[in-house]
């Protein structure tokens, strides 16, 4: 099972990307997964929050590279698909991560509501070094929260960054010591769910109600272009050498 799903307390459910031999990537059947999970959580009256995280001290690695690099078989992205309903969740949800935390790994942290890192972890957004663009979102909502000069180093140079700049770039509540971040999430989970639960849907509703139409329209944008881009010969050069390695 590539996402794997647990009631860790009552009330708060954890979901695992759990594909260690490829560091989580995500692949199809991994964002199927996920959605699954979600959709499940947000049904079911007896969970009130949420924990995303990834099994084998690695968060995730990101879409899986050699579905990118066969985008032009595989038909419409069922990671557009989760982004919707990741976006779109009326329910808590709490990041964990340690270890690594590529693409949309990073840019899904834009859409939980609290997210937490272990020391050790390590981000990155290299949409352009892959030929790609951004996602996810994250070319409107991290100049919001990070700064546009911010926004810029981490989206253009994609270089890799550490929890300190992600905590600073407003990706993260906190950083935790390497290892911590599970605990301290389900801690606030678990506090999430001690509240009463249409207060906690309502406020997460009111944070999120005036960029929700830009948050829509960019990640439709976004996704259109990254369509194109993952066809590009750029792209496609950037997959076969990273299968080739
Ligand atoms: N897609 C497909 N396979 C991936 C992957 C991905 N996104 N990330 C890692 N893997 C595979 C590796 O190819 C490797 O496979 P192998 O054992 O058959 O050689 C295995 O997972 C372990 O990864 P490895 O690269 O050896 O681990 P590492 O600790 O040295 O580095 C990363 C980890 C995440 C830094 C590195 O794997 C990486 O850069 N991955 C690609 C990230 C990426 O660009 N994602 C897309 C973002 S848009």
Redesign the pocket.
């Known amino acids: 099972m590539s996402i794997l799903t647990e009631t860790v307390l009552p009330g708060i459910v954890q979901i695992t990307m759990n594909r260690p031999?490829?560091?989580n990537?995500l692949d199809r059947a991994c964002y199927q997964g996920l959605i699954d999970a979600i959709t499940a959580a947000e049904a079911d009256p007896d969970i009130r929050a949420m924990v995303l995280t990834g099994a084998g001290g690695c968060f995730t690695?990101?879409?899986?590279?050699?579905d990118f690099a066969g985008a032009a078989e595989t038909g419409p992205r069922v990671a557009m698909d989760y982004l919707g309903v990741l976006s779109t969740a009326k329910k808590p949800i709490v990041a964990a991560v340690e270890g690594?935390a590529?693409?949309i790994g990073t840019t899904m942290l834009l859409h939980c509501d609290l997210a937490f890192a272990g020391k050790g972890a390590s981000f990155r957004m290299?949409?352009v070094a892959?030929g790609?663009s951004p996602e996810g979102a994250s070319s409107y909502l991290l100049p919001l929260i990070a700064g546009s000069k911010r926004a810029a180093e981490l989206l253009m140079l994609g270089e890799a960054f550490g929890p300190e700049i992600a905590h600073e770039a407003g990706l993260l509540n906190a950083v935790t010591p390497e290892g911590g971040a599970l605990a301290l999430a389900i801690e606030k989970a678990r506090a999430l769910a001690a509240l009463p639960p249409q207060s906690v849907a309502l406020t997460k509703m009111l944070l999120k109600r005036a960029q929700a139409p830009a948050v829509a329209e960019t990640i439709a944008t976004e996704g259109r272009l990254f369509g194109e881009r993952l066809l590009s010969a750029e792209a496609q050069a950037a997959f076969a050498a990273?299968l080739k390695r």
């Open positions: 031999e490829r560091k990537a690695s990101g879409n899986d590279i050699k690594f590529v693409g290299p949409f892959l790609l990273f």
